[in-house]
């Protein structure tokens, strides 16, 4: 499913081959899953040391501890770190310098939980035990400290909820559309009163 999310989202992508054999996001995705595999086997250190390599050689830094769904596109990739109780949901769409970090002490639950179909703009940072509902669009240098609601489209620092997407149906992480676009405009009802 990640490889056809790539093809699937990603312009830059011409074949399967392509995204197979060049793109660093769906390689560090790959590796986290092998990862994930050994760490749940009880082989922390090999899953460990995969972690390092991956975050040494493509720059993005995903704890094997985490747990992410299908469908997942970390689109460019650089800079992504995604935390160790961390949870990503099914088909959502990771943009470069995303941070899902903590917030407390080692042994409890610190790290943001996001739904299925979200879309994490450039540079988002999301921060503690915090939960980004089914379907949500967060703009390009957020910052989320709080939970936000299913189907909802926040931006700014800290995140303000501008609007909500009018068809639940519509999934922001595949439809790729940025705040300002024509065709984002056309899916959302903007909430003018902030």
């Known amino acids: 499913a990640d490889i056809m999310a790539v093809r699937d989202r990603d312009p830059a992508c ?37 972690q390092s390599q991956v975050s040494q050689h493509f720059q993005i830094d995903i704890h094997p501890n985490a747990t992410l769904g299908s469908g997942i596109m970390l689109d460019h990739g650089t800079g992504i770190v995604v935390g160790e109780t961390a949870s990503i949901g099914n088909n959502c769409s990771i943009l470069h310098q995303v941070t899902l970090g903590g917030s407390g002490k080692k042994g409890v639950d610190r790290h943001p939980k996001v739904g299925n179909g979200v879309l994490l703009g450039a540079g988002a940072t999301i921060l503690g035990n915090v939960r980004i509902g089914d379907g949500c669009q967060i703009g390009a240098g957020t910052l989320v400290v709080g939970d936000l609601p299913a189907h909802c489209v926040a931006v700014g620092v800290p995140a303000k909820i501008i609007g909500s997407f009018a068809n639940f149906a519509v999934q922001p992480s595949t439809a790729m559309n940025q705040p300002g676009s024509r065709e984002f405009e056309r899916n959302v009802t903007r909430d003018y009163s902030i």
């Not at 399967?16 to 995705?29: E, Q, R, T, W």
């Not at 050994?38 to 460990?48: I, M, Q, T, W, Y």
Request: aromatic content about 22%; hydrophobic content about 45%.
């Open 14 to 50: 011409t074949c399967l081959p392509d995204v197979f054999l060049y793109f660093k996001g769906f390689h560090a995705l790959q590796t986290y899953r092998v990862a994930r595999f050994l760490f749940k086997s009880g082989r922390p250190v090999l899953a460990h040391y995969m």
